[in-house]
Nanobody
Framework: QVKLVESGGGSVQAGGSLRLSCAIS????????MGWFRQAPGKEREGVAE????????AYADSVKGRFTISQDNSKNTLYLQMNSLKPEDTAMYYC???????????????????WGPGTQVTVSS
């Protein structure tokens, strides 16, 4: 099984930036997509950004469009999430995940994501 480990979380003031990294234990050429999800206390987990490895299609949640950027470095087996103009409502535990196939062909279908990292905490203060 592939192991994922997130890093780069921390505490930042509103308007600041953070770059999250997700180290993937081995090359995953058979993935359908890779994504970032987040879960705030008392709320359901939600998709933030994902990238389809086959055609490069990228999707963002409306709440982060224009502020967050997802990217990947296949040479380093690493997925990134650059987060700019952070807001207090971005405070959450952030997870990276892999999806190997898709029946739904839907964005952020977390039920199809099978490998997950333990998460990294992001806290944004006002």
């Amino acid at each position: 099984q592939v192991k994922l480990v997130e890093s780069g979380g921390g505490s930042v003031q509103a308007g600041g930036s953070l770059r999250l990294s997700c180290a993937i234990s081995k090359y995953t050429y058979k993935t359908h997509s890779m994504g970032w999800f987040r879960q705030a206390p008392g709320k359901e987990r939600e998709g933030v950004a994902e990238i389809y490895t086959g055609n490069g299609y990228i999707a963002y949640a409306d709440s982060v469009k224009g502020r967050f950027t997802i990217s990947q470095d296949n040479s380093k087996n690493t997925l990134y999430l650059q987060m700019n103009s952070l807001k207090p409502e971005d405070t959450a535990m952030y997870y990276c995940a892999l999806r190997y196939y898709s029946d739904s062909d839907a964005d952020f279908d977390e039920y199809e994501y099978s490998d997950w990292g333990p998460g990294t905490q992001v806290t944004v203060s006002s």
